[in-house]
């Protein structure tokens, strides 16, 4: 199931995955999408680039928190946040889809 998540937190096996409807460029340290239904670009940064990157195919969460831990020297309490905060944002932005897994 798609859905939006608002105020819930992200389960781990949660599936994560870039829409098609964006394109991305280089732009500095980081990535400059395009949102191709509306037109708007969004800006990420090097860990942004690099979430973006883990999110092209159909990625559990707690892979890519546990891939941005294995190379970013940052606190796991920081790390699930801010990874966190970045996928709702681009889910709410149209930019990636959030599939709900249900563990059997």
């Not at 964006?22 to 800006?43: M, P, R």
Request: glycine fraction near 6%; charge should be negative; charged fraction near 25%.
């Amino acid at each position: 199931m798609n859905r939006k998540l608002s105020g819930r937190d992200l389960a781990d096996h949660d599936l994560v995955s870039a829409t098609k409807d964006a394109v991305a460029c280089e732009f500095g340290e980081g990535l400059a999408l395009l949102d191709l239904k509306s037109n708007i670009y969004y800006s990420l940064n090097g860990v942004g680039a690099f979430i973006w990157q883990l999110i092209q195919e159909p990625k559990p969460i707690v892979d890519i928190r546990s891939a941005v831990l294995a190379r970013y020297n940052v606190d796991p309490e920081r790390c699930r946040a801010d990874v966190d905060a970045l996928l709702q944002g681009l889910a709410e932005n149209g930019l990636a889809r959030l599939h709900h897994e249900t563990l059997v």
